[in-house]
């Protein structure tokens, strides 16, 4: 009789054998929902919610049977759940690590929901999320948050506890959610010092050990709280697999000087790409289609905001050639001049032209990863060379160019940029004249305390009159945007080597729809 009974309770999920509901409830030996919750990848008519259950988020499996176990949500129009307006139930697989990703349609938009989940007899924390404004909707103001590179280890993620108090329609995370190696000794004012805290790893080659990674990640607090308010757009950057990689090559390593002799061989690589991206999907509240297939992952997509913003996001690691010269910060070689260079692959590039010539919104974004303007990097004053920075668009001047003149011809773009762990701004130039704005957000805690400018700051910006600011503190960016403006908001906290921290606006980037060059308030 008790099996019969199990059975008919969970009788709803079609083809769900009654041991593995029996094996699922009371047998787990911790609260399942420590990873917390999220949603992601908003659309006017609902978003994605996710969970996983992990009641030992570092044991393997996060501590799970080996079992599909169903989970319970719900979705309500008020804090409270007076108000259900969906609800359901679904799989938590193991081939998954008992994740759930639930594609919600059919809301309204423009407006905030809760969320929850309840499985083996617990229930989740209470998220929030909002649906955009309708497509094509007048649409007069959106503020969005833009955030990522949280090496663990490198600091405490309390930027994230003030991203979370933001009232924000949505977050994009350029990616580096994770770091994939760990270190012993960090360097602070030149001296040998402890990381604030440890990975639970050394490096990370199976996909146990990219979900130990995610799982590790998402067992801070100030992370979960982020992702519980907002809704998430995310991407990905180079530390998700190792560093510098672009599409089948893993031609740098940390710590080495140059090419790796001993970097995986390409068909290596891919295996080690794939293990990385099913634990990326797994742990993140992304839609269906981004379940990695082959090893790739269908990141570029677009998200619509009414008439005000369309914004793409854009894949700059899959497609990509290799680094020219060598990789690093060095003087162009010849091969930065390749007519037949790519950065985002034909077809990711055909499908960015077809976006923006369709045209409608009043701001066109473009959220990727890699710094579009080409920099000199070079802070010595005494020394003319100019120096790249050849894991950017400036290593890749002919598709760099492309992606000019398109903007040129529209007159609305603004670029989000993350990746270089500072905070910088400057005006994308074409033949002398500004074509479009780029933001470039510093990191979460990647790179430690930081300080307001990094050695040899006012230098170089005085090599690149195209540059207006530049800060080496931790923090994100706040995307302030209305039918004649676009303002970027610099948030920086105090330090990152103490749990909590004081947070500040450094400078506000300021473009009109005129685009005639960016324009700093500093604050
Ligand atoms: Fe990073």
Redesign the pocket.
């Known amino acids: 009789m008790l099996h019969r009974r199990h059975f008919l309770a969970g009788a709803t999920i079609s083809g769900l054998a009654a041991p593995a509901i029996l094996r699922a409830q009371g047998y787990l030996r911790d609260y399942p929902f420590q990873l917390g919750v999220a949603a992601g990848d908003p659309a006017s008519d609902g978003f994605v919610i996710w969970t996983r259950l992990a009641p030992e988020p570092l044991a393997l499996h996060g501590g799970m049977p080996r079992v599909n176990v169903p989970v319970e949500w719900e979705v309500a129009s008020d804090g409270g759940f007076r108000n259900i307006v969906a609800k359901g139930t679904e799989l938590a697989r193991p081939e998954l690590a008992h994740s759930v990703h639930v594609e919600l349609s059919g809301l309204q938009p423009n407006r905030p929901y809760y969320y929850r989940f309840t499985a083996a007899g617990e229930r989740s924390l209470r998220g929030r999320a909002r649906t955009l404004p309708a497509i094509g909707a007048r649409v007069d103001a959106i503020k969005f948050g833009v955030a990522?590179?949280q090496?663990f280890e490198a600091g405490y993620f309390g930027a994230y506890r003030h991203l979370a108090k933001e009232d924000l329609a949505f977050v994009y995370h350029y990616?580096?959610f994770i770091?994939e190696y760990s270190s012993d000794y960090v360097f602070v004012d030149g001296l040998p010092s402890r990381p604030v805290r440890k990975h639970a790893f050394r490096s990370l080659t199976d996909v146990n050990e990219f979900r130990l990674a995610y799982a590790q990640q998402l067992t801070d607090i100030d992370l979960q709280a982020a992702r519980s308010v907002h809704a998430f757009l995310s991407s990905i950057?180079?530390?998700e697999i190792v560093n510098d990689w672009v599409s089948d090559i893993a031609n740098w390593k940390m710590g080495l000087d140059g090419n790796d002799p001993d970097a995986a061989p390409p068909e290596v690589f891919m295996l080690k790409k794939q293990a990385a991206m099913q634990a990326w999907y797994e742990h993140m509240p992304v839609r269906r289609a981004l379940l990695p297939r082959g090893g790739m992952v269908a990141l570029n997509r677009e998200l619509q905001v009414g008439d005000l913003l369309s914004m793409q996001l854009l894949d700059t690691r899959q497609y990509r050639d290799d680094q020219p010269c060598g990789d690093g910060f060095k003087p162009a070689c010849p091969d930065v001049f390749a007519k037949n260079a790519q950065v985002l692959g034909a077809a990711q590039e055909k499908w960015l032209a077809d976006q923006m010539k369709k045209g409608g919104a009043v701001w066109n974004g473009l959220a990727q990863q890699i710094t579009m303007m080409s920099l000199d990097r070079q802070r010595d004053m005494d020394d003319k060379r100019k120096i790249l920075n050849l894991d950017s668009w400036a290593a890749y001047e002919a598709p760099r160019e492309r992606m000019l003149q398109r903007m040129a011809g529209l007159g609305n773009c603004v670029v989000l940029t993350?990746?270089e762990?500072q905070n910088f701004c400057g005006d994308l130039v074409l033949k002398d004249k500004v074509v479009g704005a780029e933001f470039v957000a510093t990191?979460i805690s990647?790179g430690g305390d930081g300080s307001d400018k990094r050695a040899g700051t006012d230098q170089w910006l005085s090599r690149n009159p195209e540059l207006k600011f530049a800060n080496d503190q931790r923090g994100y960016v706040i995307c302030d945007v209305n039918r004649d403006a676009w303002q970027s908001h610099f948030r920086v906290v105090d330090k990152v080597s103490t749990p909590t921290n004081q947070i500040s606006t450094r400078a506000t980037g300021l473009v009109e729809r005129d685009l005639t060059g960016i324009k700093m308030v500093e604050g």
């Open positions: 990522g590179c090496h990616g580096d770091y950057d180079d530390h993350g990746d762990h990191s990647s």
